[in-house]
């Protein structure tokens, strides 16, 4: 039996190739696809040279396939087969730490050895942290905690320290001033009392003493009477005076905490990563949805000219359908009203939408609909009579159109949304049986026709837009199982079910729809918290603090779909 390495040396994973790559290319000991090809002399089998040598070191010196006679010497290098495999397009080994160029199998080990997002360590003693490669000036200089500090680099932080130190030492002569007053006033108030006190003594024995003698008794009380709330009149005013002087105090001290915590603040916010963004030339297609105007209306966003710009309508209306590019052709699949399919020929101009020649058996909105190895996959949904499907299908676009059912899942569910990771379908959230809102998450197998569980999202979430980006399900918008719209962004580990919060967008929105070009994520359109549709289209760069609005479509929409269209091709505006 051969041995199955697992070690990196060997063949490369399927899933860091931008396209599939033939089943014929893979090493039929680990399963990869070929790194180093060699084959045996005869009968032309072809394995990885890390495989086949730990094959023959530690199983017998035969073929794993054909069992002929073979040794490491005897091994032969497949001219054609090494030809094919160097042009193909592999992503970097770097990938899982940010770098997203895709390079030539033949000019990978050249890319790595000087790839920007290799891991080094910081040299700042004490530290030792891995960073990567392009962060490590900027993390070295500017955010490790044991970084040797130069003067000039915190010029901002000494004039905010020097204007704070002058705002404590009025503070201090103020404090000074008002336990002076204090002092004064405790002593004064002291000697008030002390001649109250004698007063009342006084008048007491006076008015005993008048009492007695019965001699203008009246007039005098009067007279001692004036005068004790005349003394009690003075104590209040230097009472309310140094009520006014502690109010001054802590307003003083108010307005420094305050200044103390943006000051903290500012020195926390770290800088956005170097190299994160890329340079965004995808065009973006936006079609139907409901609106005024907008249900059979298309729109071409131009990056170029910073615009968007009508295209010729579609033959339809289509609000709540779903899309996909296939075979360089766009399609929108069903809708409300409508259980028609329409495309449009990228490589044709000017752009022309097409009615497909077969119709599905009913209509249905808020399904969802992605491709998988050259297979369009159709999930759940709900038709005009509110009947929610559970049914995963395959969408067969041969004559005639019909949808072949592959699974069912656990209940129904429409208004979800749904990602392609590493061959299988994530499906997210959703409505299902008797309008209950959900929170779960599951995994579809295209290969077994199977559903399982992974971890559920935060809270149910439904009518909300999402975009893969790397191994993350970005989860934009909607609206949570009360009712309320949400500007929430946050990211879902296709792999482990982690959240990751992002930032929020700029406007709370639910049935919008969004696209990610590069690393740049762009929201289209949807309804606000009135039920109103959208115009209005933000984006947001990974790596970033804030998102930006982007220009307006012409019409407001929502419930469309949108599409990146590929950037080799050339638009034509009406």
């Known amino acids: 039996m051969a041995c199955c390495p697992t070690e990196e040396k060997y063949g490369y994973e399927d899933s860091r190739f931008e396209k599939d790559v033939d089943e014929n290319f893979h090493c039929s000991i680990c399963y990869n696809v070929l790194k180093e090809p060699r084959m045996c002399r005869n009968n032309e089998h072809v394995f990885c040279l890390g495989c086949i040598s730990e094959h023959l070191k530690v199983n017998s010196q035969t073929c794993p396939e054909c069992n002929e006679h073979l040794s490491v010497d005897t091994l032969r290098r497949p001219r054609l087969v090494n030809n094919y495999l160097s042009k193909l397009k592999i992503n970097c080994d770097y990938a899982s730490r940010g770098c997203p160029e895709f390079t030539c199998v033949e000019g990978l080990e050249t890319h790595v050895a000087s790839c920007e997002f ?64 204090m002092e004064t006033n405790h002593a ?44 009690m009149g003075a104590m209040k005013e230097n009472l309310s005076k140094m009520n006014k002087d502690v109010d001054e105090v802590k307003v003083m001290m108010s307005q420094m905490l305050e200044e103390l915590n943006v000051l903290e603040l500012r020195n926390k916010l ?13 065009d973006i297609l936006i079609a139907g949805g409901s609106g005024r ?11 170029e000219k910073n615009g968007w710009y009508e295209i010729l309508q579609m033959n339809e209306r289509h609000a709540g359908a779903s899309s996909f590019i296939y075979n360089d052709q766009l399609f929108v699949v069903r809708g409300q009203g409508t259980n028609t399919i329409e495309t449009l020929d990228l490589n044709e101009l000017p752009l022309k939408w097409m009615t497909f020649s077969d119709e599905l058996r009913y209509e249905s909105i808020g399904h969802q609909s992605v491709v998988h190895q050259q297979h369009v996959i159709h999930i759940g ?5 509110e009947e929610e499907s559970n049914v995963i299908s395959e969408l067969q676009l041969t004559s005639p159109c019909t949808l072949k059912e592959l699974c ?9 949304g749904a990602e392609t990771f590493e061959g299988k379908v994530l499906i997210l959230g959703g409505v299902g049986d008797d309008n209950v809102v959900l929170d779960s998450v599951l995994e579809f197998d295209p290969e077994k026709n199977e559903c399982k569980e992974l971890p559920s999202l935060p809270h149910p979430l ?26 929430d962004v946050f990211m879902y580990d296709c792999k482990t079910g982690k959240i990751t919060v992002l930032p929020s967008m700029l406007q709370i929105r639910y049935y919008c729809c969004a696209v990610i070009t590069g690393n740049t994520i762009v929201v289209v359109g949807g309804r606000n918290e009135d039920y109103d549709p959208l115009s209005s289209v933000e984006c947001f760069t ?3 603090f804030t998102w930006k609005y982007l220009p307006s479509m012409n019409n407001e929409r929502s419930e469309a779909v949108a599409e990146v269209l590929p950037s080799t091709g050339k638009h034509v505006y009406v």
């Open 188 to 231: 004064e108030m002291k000697r008030i009392l002390g001649k109250l006190e004698g007063s009342l003594v006084g008048m007491n024995k006076r008015i005993h003493e008048k009492v007695e003698a019965s001699k203008n008794s009246h007039d005098e009380m009067k007279h001692d009477q004036h005068e004790v709330k005349k003394e």
């Open 542 to 544: 990974m790596g970033g």
């Open 293 to 303: 105007d907008s249900g059979c209306s298309a729109e071409i966003f131009s990056w």
């Open 270 to 282: 770290p800088s956005p990563t170097a190299g994160m963004f890329n340079t965004l030339n995808e």
């Open 381 to 385: 949904g709900c038709n005009y009579y």
């Open 408 to 416: 069912q899942m656990p209940q129904p569910r429409y208004c979800h």
């Open 118 to 181: 290799s891991p080094v360590f910081c040299s700042n003693e004490n530290c030792g942290m891995e960073i990567n490669k392009q962060d490590k000036v900027h993390h070295e200089t500017e955010i490790c905690g044991y970084r040797k500090v130069k003067y000039h680099d915190f010029g901002q932080i000494q004039e905010d320290i020097g204007t704070l130190t002058g705002s404590l030492i009025a503070l201090n002569g103020k404090v000074g001033e008002v336990e002076k007053n």
């Open 462 to 487: 439904k009518e909300m837009a999402t975009v893969r980006w790397r191994d993350q399900v970005v989860v934009l918008g909607g609206r949570e199982k009360d009712g309320q719209v949400l500007n």
